[in-house]
Structure formats: structure tokens, C-alpha cells
């Protein structure tokens, strides 16, 4: 990962989840904390590919725009709400530039693992929202490490495609 503010975000992120990790290993993974730990790392992971993805995009614009423009768009889509989900980071893209947008759904689309990678993104998505609209999550804390993995790669192809741009 080239930018180095995406790259500290999932520092940050993995670091929180190591944490955890070991907290499951010395209480086990039944106990009710682990449950409450399990929500807070969906939304963590969730948020970390959010500010990732919206932080590789505005870093990229930000050495060849007007600080007027970099000012509005960092008011209405850095610091702005929404879901991380393969279509609307698709749509942000698109917005930007669309060589972007086609790039990274191309370098996607020769991962020989993309179906997974972007089921786990929606599995992320999926279960943040249902956390915070007031259901239960059943999904295993080893699942959202999982899907936070693989959801990275997404980043990782985006950072490559922009930053080689």
C-alpha cells in the first residue's frame, strides 16, 4: 500500500483486532464480552475501509486541486457518511474519474478470489448495519478478521490503480 494514511488506518485497525484476539484466546470465545467485542470490530473494520478508501481518493486529488475544491470535497465526501460497500466506492470512483472506476473493477476482476473478497465487504456491510439499525449479529469475531481481510485487498487494488495513475 502505497499511501501511507490508508496504510496506518489498517495499522490501527489490525492492531485493535490482535488486542482482541488474544482477549478471545484467554477468556474464550463464549464469554458475553466477546459478543460485545465482535459488534465494535464489525463497526471498527467497517469505518476503517470507509475512511480508507474515502483517505486513498482524497489524497490523490489533493496535489493537483484548488483549495477551494479540496475544501468541498472534503466536507461533502471525506468527512461524509456511507456505507463502504463495492458499489458505492465503485460510484465514488466514477465521480472522480472513470478510467478509476474501470481500473480497479478490472484489477478486481482478475483476482482469482474477487467473488469472496467482495462477499466479505458485503458480509461487513451487511452486518453494521444491521448492528446499528438495532438486530443481532450472529457473524464470528475470526469471521469480521476474515472479512476485513480480504476486504483490504479491495483497498489495496484502489490505492495501486490511483497512485500509478
Known amino acids: ?13 489490525n492492531i485493535e483486532l490482535v488486542k482482541i ?6 477468556t474464550g470465545s463464549a ?3 466477546m459478543a460485545s467485542l ?6 471498527k473494520c467497517c ?19 484548488a483549495p477551494q475544491a479540496m475544501n468541498y470535497i472534503e466536507k461533502r465526501f471525506r468527512n461524509g457518511s456511507m456505507n463502504p ?20 473493477k478490472e484489477n478486481i476482476n482478475v483476482l482469482t478470489d474477487k467473488e469472496r473478497i467482495k462477499s ?15 438486530e443481532s449479529i450472529t457473524v464470528a469475531f475470526d469471521q469480521v478478521v476474515k472479512y476485513f481481510n480480504d476486504a483490504c485487498k479491495i483497498l489495496e487494488v484502489l490505492d495501486s490503480v490511483i497512485t500509478d495513475d
Open 47 to 65: 469505518g476503517t475501509i470507509e475512511q480508507c478508501f474515502k483517505t486513498i481518493i482524497f489524497d490523490s486529488l489533493e496535489i493537483v486541486s
Open 21 to 26: 484476539e488474544h482477549f478471545k484466546e484467554a
Open 38 to 43: 465482535t459488534r465494535y470490530s464489525v463497526i
Open 120 to 134: 466479505s465487504l458485503s458480509s461487513l456491510n451487511k452486518n453494521r448495519n444491521k448492528f446499528a439499525h438495532g
Open 1 to 13: 500500500m502505497k499511501n501511507e494514511n490508508a496504510k496506518e488506518l489498517i495499522n490501527i485497525c
Open 31 to 33: 464469554t458475553p464480552i
Open 85 to 104: 460497500s463495492f458499489d458505492n466506492i465503485m460510484s465514488s470512483l466514477k465521480y472522480f474519474d472513470e478510467t478509476w472506476k474501470d481500473n480497479v
